[in-house]
């Protein structure tokens, strides 16, 4: 069960995650890059960018970003400013009136050490485009990553991120958007290793602007998985909707969070956060806590949680149809990503995330050989 985290002599601004309700994880015990210097020279990723996409030199790139309109967002951490200092930066733009079919690809394959990582976009007025970041590599690294996105008015921009780092890896990621006036963000992200911390801010900073998060995490072995999501509607007729979905195993813990902030003065928001978590093992543990700070009433809001583990019913009766208790499982967890799966619309990553379901109960199965009836 998760523990209040006791004091530590110079490292109180690590990432506890105080969700409330008792719910925290004691980061601090995890691996901490301050103090210390990512790996040199830094690892590059392959990048695919389809024309007319631009990248971006690291000194425009970071002029755009000093520019952004960024109303409530939170002054960093210590971590945060560590990773601003010391990561590598990779800029992309998407002109004005660019709708770009093919998606922007960038395949991460990371080694041993520490590694650190900033993303720049600049989506113009009146652009479209998808980005897919694969996330891989080998050893007990410590990974920092972060992607900032300014959504210029009439922009859609989405941005997939598969992670399948090794199970004793630790993967920090920071997510921020700014969205202006008709303009649309999607944070789609799927998680399969690592330990996790991993928060999104967006500010819809202009009328009808709007955000997507989408959430696929996959919890096994011991691995921590905490995420945060925070939306700020800073604009009339606004909307955000966010969505969790979590599968834990093993001895694993996964906690989520989603806060939408509406001050009293907007009208015609419309606020969507919903989570919903099984537990494929009597050992896993997860938590949800949706919250809303919603001061306006002329806006449409609702929420909902639900954790439970897999009716052992319906087990019984995939297995009846001459699966084993492993390929049961694996096709009920597989159905319950499918929403989130479908959301993709890209068949690289769909058949990378199916791939990977597959490969982790392949890898568990002589080890989830448990009793699943909590009852």
Known sequence: MPRRMPKTNGRKELPSFRFGLGVEFAAHTWPSPLGRQPNKPPSSPTIDVPEPVE??????????????????????????????????????????????M?????????????????????????SRATLIERVGGKGALTNSSSIVVLAEAGSSFTHIRVQNLPDDATDYVWRDAVAMAGAS???????????????????????????????????????????????????????????????????SRVVNRAHAD?????????????????????????????EMSVASPESNCRHAAATGAIDPQRLFYLQTRGLDRSAALQLAVSGFFAPIIDDMRHRSPS?????????RFKHHEKSTNHDYDRS
């Open 55 to 100: 990248l971006m030199k690291p000194s425009v790139a970071a002029k755009a970003l000093r520019s952004m309109k960024t109303p409530g967002v939170v002054q960093p951490d210590a971590l945060r400013r560590w990773h601003e200092q010391h990561s590598q930066t990779l800029g992309i733009r998407i002109p004005n009136d660019v709708q770009i």
């Open 102 to 126: 093919e998606p922007i690809c960038l395949d991460w394959r990371l080694p041993d050490g520490l590694h650190a990582n900033r993303l720049i976009v600049i989506a113009e007025q009146g």
């Open 185 to 251: 963000v999607t944070w789609l992200d799927c998680a399969f290793g690592a330990s996790v911390i991993d928060r999104s801010r967006t500010v819809l900073a202009e009328p009808n602007a709007s955000v997507a998060v989408r959430r696929l995490v996959f919890g096994d072995g011991e691995r921590r998985i905490a995420v945060e999501d925070k939306v700020r509607h800073a604009a009339n007729a606004t909307a955000s909707d966010i969505v969790f979905r979590g599968a834990a195993g093993d001895s």
């Open 262 to 290: 509406v001050p009293p003065c907007l009208k015609g928001c419309i606020v969507s956060e919903k989570s919903d978590t099984i537990l494929w093992s009597p050992l896993a543990w997860a938590a949800a806590l949706p």
């Open 351 to 359: 058949e990378m995330i199916e791939r990977l379901i597959a490969e």
